[in-house]
């Protein structure tokens, strides 16, 4: 029954390889090897249609592939599978989000005229559940989990060769990622709680090196712990369970701003514009300035936030935090000129091409210019840590 078109006769026994889904799991991603998304199918005796559901006693499967009907070709021995590297989570229902990530797959018979068919069930991904416990005095909102394995494939688009025991084949890997990172929902955890993730990974044989655990906290801050293993599998279809221990977050020793676009803008009036992030937050506002209103962001065929004479630049670090420097970037020399040369308080400033360096004179307070022209900048890049020397 391979090689030709689905408006073939089917024997007694015919052997078909297929992509399935469950009424638990949900759609598992899959493409056949001509690209083209697998369809469901049912026979009736006569025909494949769509929408054929079996039980094998414990779940009910959909069965995917071409109907007949529509002369697609048999799709062989091969499809592909997506273990995306960027996931999603609800925390208040932690395993409702694995059915778009865990694909299953079956070689199945087929007897004609009544359509009996017989499904080997394979898993192709495994699972590894991380249990985040808070050790901090207080509730703690994780955003994102993070699990890095630098010497192994993790997630990608995989080719699968089906047989005996559907695996992935290790050619040809598409997209391929060496991390996982899950976006949390819901994801707050009291002191002294904990709460599970759940992570969907492909399978990985004898991988010896660095394992990361990362989350990252509704301010951005970050808890990291690295552990180093020796010879340990994740074989497909297997359920994995790990712990990590929330004590600290720590803040990001830099972050940057990027200015090109409106890319991280909380906040556009007519007369402020205002981002944030774990270590400052920066507020440009018009001022006195006497130009229009609204047009000092980047639009109009601007790719810069620019500012105008008397328009007021202010940085501020976030609580218990300190500059050791911030570094603008201009568009132009000029424009970097005209920024060191503004009016700055608590800190000093100097100019070297199109890149301004401010060192505060006191980390612990707020950094401000008041524009002594017009400046464009694309980025502004801030340094957490101790203020140096003034320059």
């Known amino acids: 029954a391979f090689g030709g078109d689905w408006n073939l006769t089917w024997e007694s026994n015919d052997i078909i390889y297929a992509v399935t889904t469950d009424e638990e799991w949900g759609v598992a991603y899959a493409t056949d090897n001509t690209t083209e998304s697998i369809a469901e199918f049912q026979y009736d005796g006569s025909n494949f249609t769509t929408q054929k559901t079996i039980s094998n006693g414990e779940h009910t499967f959909n069965f995917i592939y071409a109907p007949a009907d529509q002369k697609t070709f048999h799709r062989g021995l091969k499809s592909t599978f997506k273990i995306p590297s960027s996931q999603s989570l609800d925390c208040s229902e932690p395993t409702a989000n694995l ?59 995989y ?60 301010r951005g801050w970050i808890s990291s712990k690295t552990n180093t293993v020796s010879a340990v599998s994740f074989e497909a279809g297997t359920y994995n369970q790990a712990s990590f221990s929330v004590k600290e977050f720590v803040a990001p020793s830099e972050v940057t701003f990027d200015l090109t676009g409106e890319n991280g803008i909380v906040e556009a009036t007519d007369s402020k514009l205002s981002w944030s992030s774990p270590i400052a937050t920066m507020m440009v506002e018009k001022g006195t300035s006497t130009t229009a209103t609204n047009n000092y962001y980047p639009g109009a065929g601007y790719s810069s936030t620019r500012m105008y004479k008397n328009s007021v630049l202010t940085l501020s670090p976030v609580a218990g935090l300190t500059f050791s420097k911030v570094v603008f970037t201009a568009t132009t020399p000029a424009y970097a000129s005209s920024l060191a040369n503004s009016t700055w308080t608590n800190a000093s400033a100097a100019v070297d091409g199109s890149t301004v360096t401010v060192v505060p004179t006191n980390g612990a307070v707020s950094v401000s210019s008041i524009m002594s022209g017009t400046v464009g900048l694309t980025s502004v890049k801030v340094y957490a840590g101790e203020p140096v020397a003034p320059l």
């Not at 992570?199 to 655990?213: E, H, K, L, Q, R």
């Open 99 to 157: 059915k778009s990530y865990y694909p299953l797959a079956a070689q199945t018979t087929v007897e004609t005229p009544v359509p009996s068919i017989n499904a080997k069930m394979s898993h192709l991904a495994t699972i590894v559940k991380v249990t985040l416990k808070n050790k901090t005095q207080g509730d703690v909102t994780v955003e994102s989990f993070k699990i890095d394995m630098p010497a192994a494939t993790i997630a990608g688009v």
């Open 159 to 218: 080719p699968v060769v089906f047989g005996e025991n559907p695996a992935f084949s290790t050619d040809d890997i598409k997209s391929a990622s060496t991390s996982v990172t899950v976006g949390l929902e819901n994801g707050t955890i009291a002191a002294g709680s904990e709460m599970p993730v759940y992570v969907v990974m492909a399978p990985v044989a004898n991988y010896s090196g660095d394992i990361t655990f990362t989350a990252t906290d509704s």
